[in-house]
T-cell receptor, first 114, second 117 residues
Framework: DTEVTQTPKHLVMGMTNKKSLKCEQH?????MYWYKQKAKKPPELMFV???????INESVPSRFSPECPNSSLLNLHLHALQPEDSALYLC?????????????FGQGTRLTVV | AQTVTQSQPEMSVQEAETVTLSCTYD???????LFWYKQPPSRQMILVIR??????QNATENRFSVNFQKAAKSFSLKISDSQLGDAAMYFC??????????????FGKGTKLSVIP
């Protein structure tokens, strides 16, 4: 199983809503990532979890709150978002040591903030 | 900090022909990995090919091959016998091999490849 599964695939939310994005993998990867991607742009790193601990936060606003409840799951909790937060949110996973190098990506959640 | 540059925002190729996408990078590290990812309209980032910096031999995966020039910090992707399904955005990416526990990718801006029937 080389899949990273993200749910939901599409999400429309109001600026006062609270919602969560979910990411799941069963490859035994201990590093998981959230990226934000605007149209026609490369993915931008938001957060990195390594062995279930937050290791990198790329100065992301607090209205985005990541959570890694176990080694297979990664959540991104959303609250009081702005229209400019509308984007494709990609989850990825990889091994956290030197052994294997490639990152596997999910299909993303297309988020629209209205 | 590492940077990745893709100087061709868009390219096109005739079906069955060969096309080369360019990528240069800047780093002070000696141990790293380079990747080409493909992102079709379906959105999922798919690994096309990878290259370990310590390997002199250029990586090959079926119709995809790279020209890795470590001294020049160049990493181009050649697609042979182009197919309609190759149409996508292609991202060149860098990953450090020395930062244990956080191997995040640094992406170039991407090259949009169109395949003409």
């Amino acid at each position: 199983d080389t899949e990273v599964t993200q749910t939901p695939k599409h999400l429309v939310m109001g600026m006062t809503n609270k919602k969560s994005l979910k990411c799941e993998q069963h490859m035994g990867h201990r590093a998981m990532y959230w990226y934000k991607q605007k149209a026609k742009k490369p993915p931008e790193l938001m957060f990195v979890y390594s062995y279930e601990k937050l290791s990198i936060n790329e100065s992301v606003p607090s209205r985005f709150s990541p959570e890694c409840p176990n080694s297979s799951l990664l959540n991104l909790h959303l609250h009081a978002l702005q229209p400019e937060d509308s984007a494709l949110y990609l989850c990825a996973s990889s091994h956290a040591d030197r052994g294997t190098t490639e990152a596997f990506f999910g299909q993303g959640t297309r988020l629209t903030v209205v | 900090a590492q940077t990745v540059t893709q100087s061709q925002p868009e390219m096109s190729v005739q079906e069955a022909e060969t096309v080369t996408l360019s990528c240069t990078y800047d780093t002070s590290e000696s141990d790293y990995y380079l990747f080409w990812y493909k992102q079709p309209p379906s959105r999922q980032m798919i690994l096309v090919i990878r290259q370990e910096a310590y390997k002199q031999q250029n990586a090959t995966e079926n119709r995809f091959s790279v020209n890795f020039q470590k001294a020049a910090k160049s990493f181009s992707l050649k697609i042979s016998d182009s197919q309609l399904g190759d149409a996508a955005m292609y991202f060149c990416a860098y990953r450090s091999a020395s930062r244990a526990g956080s191997y995040q990718l640094t992406f170039g801006k991407g090259t949009k490849l169109s395949v003409i029937p």
